[in-house]
Nanobody
């Protein structure tokens, strides 16, 4: 079993920054990808950013140029640096891990609120 523990959410004014962390533990042998999705009220869960096993990254269009994802392999931890936050970034942010066997795991979510 894999456990994902997220931290770093909170409230911030527009233009501010937050850094999210997600630490994975448990039966981790090889990770295909690790990253973040968010879900705003009444909307579907959407990609924010992921880092793949080859260190390539993918970002959702709304966050390109503002967010940056990084990974600490030794600690199975992924970070999301969020800059120039906008009210539309308000959502619950979920950590996601895809194992090499393609099984997918989710964290419990951390709330980010951006006020104008």
């Amino acid at each position: 079993q894999v456990r994902l523990v997220e931290s770093g959410g909170g409230s911030v004014q527009a233009g501010g920054s937050l850094r999210l962390s997600c630490a994975a533990s448990g039966s981790i042998f090889s990770i295909r990808s690790m990253g973040w999705y968010h879900q705003a009220p009444g909307k579907q869960r959407e990609l924010v950013a992921v880092v793949n096993s080859d260190d390539s990254t993918n970002y959702g269009d709304p966050v390109k140029e503002r967010f940056s994802i990084s990974r600490e392999n030794a600690e199975n931890t992924v970070y999301l640096q969020m800059n120039s936050l906008k009210p539309e970034d308000t959502a619950v942010y979920y950590c996601n891990l895809v194992h090499i066997n393609r099984r997918e795991y989710w964290g419990q979510g951390t709330r980010v609120t951006v006020s104008s």
